[in-house]
């Protein structure tokens, strides 16, 4: 079947996230002629949302310590986040007016704290570099000539638009509200790739304790955690910072890392988390704290006496774990009592049975094979003109402004290999 009309051009990029439109910005600064294609009504709106608003956009870290916080296929990366390293993504935000600063951990953010400048520089970027942007317009199908190379794609409208290249930019399937409904996934499967399995990233995770539930909303601040196999008590991860309790368990930045270094052992078995509330202090200088606690206020119910070394909606689960009642007086607890207490306070445990869902990850884990893929260019090894950047690879990073490094460079390497030599 032959339209009447075709608009054509060098490349069409799918999707106006975060990869789609550094892709777009570098082939059109190469020379080619752009068409970025996103079903959404407007671009990025993804980005909208990360980092809470803020846009955790990179890293200021050492390039070579990026590499450790790629939980899955780093090696891959070499290539594109050389290409395009973190160094030069601040750059590429500087140059085109956005103001940035540095946060602990080397985060990087626009200074304003919003993501919409974020998207606003990467807007006007791609209108600078001659960029034809079409949105609501959702693209459901690659068009592949008899020798497997590229031809264009067809919209839910039955239009086509032509091209010698084309890069899927679709993201992943979490936040399905932002559009990433794995629509390049499908492309991409039904042209012969291999997708990897697809399972929530960088999410909370579910626990088996009902008194949990009593502390949603809590965040304890610079905590320790273990998280060990139930069995072996073996220790599987060590963090430290936040953790904050749920409707559902627990989540926070340790958690987050957690869920993506160990959610696929979890579909298979339950884990133990083990929580030292008080880590600035071993267990002797906690039992003297306690100690003098009662001393000074001894005559204070225990949950009262409690409330100037725990935030008040843990005492109750604490004092309950311990079976001390609440109200028995400082002075009457008991030697063993006391131990058991400053136990608790340096080893909270929970079981983990599980991770969030796509609704509320932060990432996608799993994706198009990289073994599909060419790591200099991004292009397919399976369709000719074919080209992948960001979140639909089986890519994932930490949370730190990682997993956007991966998409700005990997939408760059795939942006730029149409022309050789180009710059951004």
């Given at each position: 079947?032959r339209?009447t ?23 059109a ?14 671009t990025?709106?993804?980005l ?22 790629v ?26 007016g ?10 990087m ?23 034809t ?13 008899d ?16 091209a ?10 979490s ?30 995770m ?17 905590s ?6 139930k ?20 989540s ?28 600035a ?14 001393e000074?206020?001894?005559?204070k ?11 008040q ?7 309950k ?12 607890i ?26 509320e990850?932060?990432?996608?884990r ?16 399976v ?41 951004s």
């Open positions: 079947m339209s009309h075709r608009d054509e051009y060098d490349v069409i990029i799918v999707g106006g996230g975060a990869a789609g439109l550094m892709a777009a910005i570098f082939a600064n190469s020379g080619e002629k752009v068409l970025l294609l996103e079903k959404n009504e407007k990025g709106k993804k909208y949302i990360t980092g809470k608003g803020r846009c955790n956009f990179t890293n200021a870290c050492d390039i070579e310590d990026i590499f450790p916080q939980v899955s296929n780093a090696k891959f990366l070499y290539s594109s986040l050389y290409g395009f390293s973190n160094t030069d993504v601040v750059a590429f935000f500087e140059n085109n956005l103001k940035v600063k540095e946060e602990r951990g080397k985060r953010f626009p200074a304003s704290d919003k993501s919409s400048d974020v998207i606003r520089t990467l807007d006007k970027a791609c209108k600078n570099a001659g960029v942007v079409r949105l609501r317009t959702e693209v459901v199908s690659l068009i592949i000539s020798t497997k190379s590229i031809m264009g794609v067809m919209t839910s409208e039955s239009k086509r638009y032509m010698k290249r084309v890069i899927l930019a679709t993201g992943g399937v936040y399905p509200s932002t559009g990433s409904t794995g629509d390049g996934h499908r492309m991409a499967r039904a042209c012969g790739h291999r997708i990897i399995d697809m399972r929530p990233g960088l999410t909370g579910t626990t088996a304790e009902t008194d949990i539930r009593k502390l949603q909303g809590l965040t304890l601040l610079n320790a955690i273990k998280i060990r196999d069995d072996s008590k073996k220790t599987l991860m060590e963090g430290f910072g936040e953790v904050l309790f749920t409707h559902f368990g627990v926070g930045p340790t958690v987050l890392t957690a869920s993506s270094q160990l959610g696929d052992r979890l579909r298979e078995e339950h884990l133990s988390m083990h929580i030292d509330i008080k880590p202090l071993d267990f002797e200088q906690l039992d003297k704290r306690v100690l003098r606690e009662i000074n206020d001894g005559k119910a225990m949950s009262n006496l409690m409330r100037s070394m725990l935030p909606s843990l005492i109750p689960v604490i004092l774990r311990c079976e001390i009642d609440p109200q028995k007086r400082g002075i009457d008991t030697r063993e009592e006391r131990q058991l207490l400053v136990e608790t306070m340096k080893d909270f445990s929970v079981m983990l049975t599980g991770v969030r869902g796509f609704d990850a932060i990432i996608t799993g994706g198009v094979s990289v073994m599909d893929v060419n790591p200099q260019t991004m292009e397919s090894k369709i000719s003109g074919l080209y992948f950047a960001g979140e639909i690879l089986d890519v994932d990073a930490l949370t730190g402004g990682y997993n956007l490094q991966i998409a700005w460079s990997t939408g760059a390497a795939a942006g730029r290999s149409g022309r050789e030599g180009g710059e």
